[in-house]
């Protein structure tokens, strides 16, 4: 039986950040694949964390369910709070889109 692969969105901020979003070729390196990846924890919804589970249309981790707290579905997946919140509205668009 496959051990389960679980990956959090620390990990995917920093590549995306510091490594230019080479995600996948840094899995490949040791032998995974992306679609092996069967957890994703998310800390929070900020683009820099959530920014790397769809790309070009295509769901990253296809395999992977997704966990974010639900404070921070909440908040940043309700319309309303787009519109009286201080942040800016592309937050919440991009929220929305992943």
Do not use: C
């Not at 995306?16 to 070729?25: A, C, I, S, T, W």
């Not at 070009?56 to 009286?84: C, H, I």
Request: aromatic share 10%; proline share 3%; glycine share 6%.
């Amino acid at each position: 039986m496959r051990q389960q692969q679980h990956l959090s969105d620390q990990l995917i901020s920093e590549i995306r950040v510091y490594l230019d979003g080479k995600l996948q070729v840094l899995l490949k390196a040791p032998g995974y694949a992306l679609n092996e990846i069967d957890l994703v924890l998310i800390t929070h919804i900020h683009t820099d964390h959530i920014g790397s589970l769809v790309e070009g249309g295509q769901l990253m981790f296809p395999a992977a369910t997704v966990y974010v707290g639900k404070s921070d579905v909440d908040f940043w997946l309700n319309p309303a709070n787009a519109e009286r919140s201080q942040f800016d509205r592309k937050y919440f668009d991009e929220a929305v889109k992943r």
